[in-house]
């Protein structure tokens, strides 16, 4: 079975992302818990944030993220460079 390089892109997106899930629910859970006290309320939100964009930035800066994102936008990439 042949899959196509986007099919590709989401398997290994998703693989290494819904793992990562149940943390950040359980964080998100414990972040809204904290915001109605009013002195933590912007720290626990900011603190979660960040904790997901870096998770993000990681996950986007990996070699196999990375490498099947150019494949699958590869057609893209010679279209654009035509122009």
Do not use: Q
Not at 1 to 9: D, E, F, I, T
Not at 32 to 42: E, G, K, M
Not at 50 to 71: E, H, S
């Amino acid at each position: 079975m042949k899959l196509s390089p986007n099919a590709k892109l989401n398997i290994v997106f998703y693989s290494i992302t819904i793992p990562i899930v149940p943390f950040v629910l359980l964080m998100l859970a414990f972040a809204i818990v904290l915001a109605l006290i009013p002195p933590f309320r912007n720290r626990s939100m900011n603190a979660v944030e960040n904790v997901i964009r870096k998770f993000a930035i990681w996950r986007n800066n990996l070699p196999i993220v990375k490498n099947a994102y150019d494949k699958a936008h590869l057609f893209d990439y010679i279209k654009d460079s035509k122009g």
